[in-house]
């Protein structure tokens, strides 16, 4: 049950933002590692920070001091610049990945969005695939984010109705987990997609 003060904080959120997800009814106002505190003082164990993004946990002093030194120095810039902390950022991440370069995203939407151009270029480029003739092959029950092109691969009727039409070159198959799991001639995954085309 909610208190009175959380239930203004809620009854406010619903009143002035579009309704696009349904929160825990739940008002958090401070975090500390992996601990959040509600405007009631009720602690909590952040079992759920970030779910779509990469959690750092609450609060963390040597981040927080990182944050205040860099924005204190240079803030957000366009990319039409180079940075320094930008190329130490990539040349990090390179080393530590083992990947030759890096194309950073602002999210898993712009992530995916990007990993399906270079599939399809890949496709055309390398592979011969005629033009727009490229097919990706997506499993059953995704879902990578909100975008036009990517709800136009998911299989949840809840994130496409009211969004058509649809960006076209997908195919689905079921995902089952395993192919070793016996029912190959039944099941429906990505290898038996593979085997009935």
Not at 23 to 36: F, I, N, R, T
Not at 40 to 48: F, P, Q, R
Not at 132 to 156: C, K, L, P, Y
Request: glycine letters at 8%; a negative charge.
């Amino acid at each position: 049950m909610t208190s009175s003060l959380q239930d203004n904080f809620i009854k406010k959120e619903s009143l002035y933002g579009a309704q696009n997800y349904s929160p825990l009814s739940v008002v958090l106002e401070k975090g500390e590692g992996a601990y959040l505190w509600d405007v009631d003082g009720n602690k909590y164990l952040d079992m759920v920070s970030a779910y779509s993004a990469v959690s750092h946990g609450h609060s963390h002093p040597e981040l927080i001091k990182t944050l205040h030194d860099q924005s204190s120095k240079l803030a957000i810039t366009s990319r039409a610049f180079y940075t320094e902390p930008f190329a130490n950022f990539l040349e990090k991440l390179s080393n530590i990945s083992d990947f030759e370069s890096v194309l950073t995203m602002n999210t898993g939407a712009e992530a995916v969005e990007t990993a399906i151009k270079a599939a399809r270029r890949w496709g055309y480029f390398s592979k011969g695939i005629p033009e727009d003739d490229a097919e990706i092959i997506v499993a059953n029950g995704n879902f990578h984010g909100r975008t036009t092109t990517i709800v136009s691969f998911s299989s949840d009727s809840s994130y496409k109705d009211g969004f058509g039409p649809f960006t076209p070159g997908f195919e689905t198959a079921d995902y089952c987990g395993s192919c070793e799991c016996g029912l190959i001639d039944n099941c429906l995954s990505i290898k038996s997609f593979e085997k009935k085309n």
